[in-house]
């Protein structure tokens, strides 16, 4: 259904000469109506809320981003007396196919909540996601080694989180790469970074600020190393691992949501999943690391005044010293998740 609104949205702006937008009314909200629309003569998406005046300031400094502009006026045609209307616009036809689902999962949230100022708020919420997956985003999705990374961390929430006897809800809120904190997942005082690496020889990672591996900031560091060949058309996927995920996740619809934001907060969607459909990782090796004493990397405190914004590599076989068990990892996060 909603496609046949694009689609219709879509033949009607082919046909005529003018600029301007043609829109249709998507929710009937009787206070905030959203419609979906396209520009002409660009051809660009767009959804449009009219939403009362005194929610409008909430917007006046929302940051810009690649993937979306927003404009907020009073057009003389809203709905019901007292709105404003809050257009939201693909800032390119090439992101139409992915404020397909924009628009969609604004419009939801929009319905699903009540009231002016939550409704607003839900908005604003679901706006500052869409914002963040277009800051992981290159012109064509995310890079390649972007989806490598992504599939790492996704690789160890299923095999090494998800599997301990603890709440998906609770595991799921140790996943911290996204908010783009200092480690990918962080457990009480014990953080755990990941990475992937698809070299055929010589096995390194790249680090990428000073705090990364700065065991100092927290009780207990660890580096997990995940080793993979990339290989073509086959089954082990990003989105067949996304998929897997969402399978376990099913039964619990709090963790399932997070697990949903997050993955757009990554920069994922399913909008584009066919750029990732064809890339496939065929894990060779997994190798976690306790980050102390001598181990190779760079502390804070190492670093001279006025320098920062630090980015180096470390060799797989300079770690090797400081290989824990893949077993007592797991009694490790377990009494630290209990």
């Known amino acids: 259904m909603t496609d046949d609104i694009w689609d219709s949205l879509c033949e009607e702006a082919q046909k005529k000469q003018s600029s301007g937008i043609f829109k249709r009314l998507v929710v009937e909200d009787s206070a905030y109506p959203v419609f979906y629309g396209i520009t002409?003569?660009?051809?660009?998406?767009?959804?449009?809320?009219?939403?009362?005046?005194?929610?409008?300031?909430?917007?006046?400094?929302?940051?810009?981003?690649r993937g979306f502009n927003l404009i907020?006026?009073?057009?003389?045609?809203?709905?019901?007396?007292?709105?404003a209307t809050l257009n939201v616009t693909a800032s390119s036809a090439q992101y139409n196919g992915v404020f397909k689902a924009i628009a969609l999962d604004i419009s939801k949230s929009v319905?699903?909540?009540?009231?002016?100022?939550?409704?607003?708020?839900?908005?604003?919420?679901?706006?500052?996601?869409?914002?963040?997956?277009?800051?992981?985003?290159?012109?064509?999705?995310?890079?390649s080694t972007d989806q490598q990374g992504l599939y790492g961390e996704l690789y160890f929430l299923r095999n090494h989180l998800l599997?301990?006897?603890?709440?998906?809800?609770?595991?799921?809120?140790?996943?911290?790469g996204p908010d783009k904190r200092q480690h990918d997942f962080q457990l009480g005082k014990v953080?755990?970074?990941?990475?992937t690496s698809s070299q055929r020889t010589h096995q390194k990672a790249i680090i990428t600020s000073e705090q990364q591996l700065d065991e100092t900031l927290v009780s207990s560091l660890y580096l997990y190393w995940l080793c993979v060949v990339i290989v073509e058309n086959d089954k082990?996927?990003?989105?067949?691992?996304?998929?897997?995920?969402?399978?376990?996740?099913?039964?619990?619809?709090?963790?399932?949501?997070?697990?949903?934001?997050?993955?757009?907060?990554?920069?994922?969607?399913?909008a584009e999943?066919?750029?990732?459909?064809?890339?496939?990782?065929?894990?060779?090796?997994?190798?976690?690391?306790?980050?102390?004493?001598?181990?190779?990397?760079i502390r804070i405190s190492e670093l001279r005044t006025g320098v920062s914004d630090v980015e180096?590599?470390?060799?797989?076989?300079?770690?090797?010293?400081?290989?824990?068990?893949?077993?007592?990892?797991s009694e490790l996060l377990l009494e630290a998740l209990s």
């Open 72 to 83: 907020t006026h009073i057009a003389g045609e809203e709905l019901v007396k007292g709105n």
């Open 312 to 329: 180096y590599s470390i060799s797989e076989g300079a770690c090797i010293p400081f290989a824990v068990n893949i077993e007592k990892l």
């Open 236 to 270: 082990n996927t990003l989105p067949a691992l996304v998929g897997d995920l969402r399978h376990l996740l099913n039964s619990t619809p709090e963790a399932a949501e997070f697990f949903e934001n997050s993955l757009l907060a990554s920069g994922y969607t399913d």
């Open 273 to 297: 999943q066919n750029l990732y459909a064809t890339r496939s990782y065929s894990v060779v090796k997994e190798s976690i690391f306790e980050v102390k004493e001598r181990f190779p990397r």
């Open 111 to 143: 319905s699903a909540v009540t009231g002016a100022e939550n409704k607003t708020l839900s908005l604003i919420r679901r706006l500052n996601l869409w914002r963040s997956f277009f800051e992981r985003q290159t012109e064509a999705g995310l890079s």
């Open 163 to 176: 599997s301990l006897s603890v709440g998906a809800g609770r595991v799921l809120a140790t996943w911290t």
């Open 40 to 65: 002409t003569p660009e051809q660009h998406f767009c959804f449009i809320v009219q939403l009362p005046v005194e929610e409008m300031h909430r917007f006046e400094r929302f940051p810009k981003t």
């Open 191 to 195: 953080a755990v970074e990941v990475k």
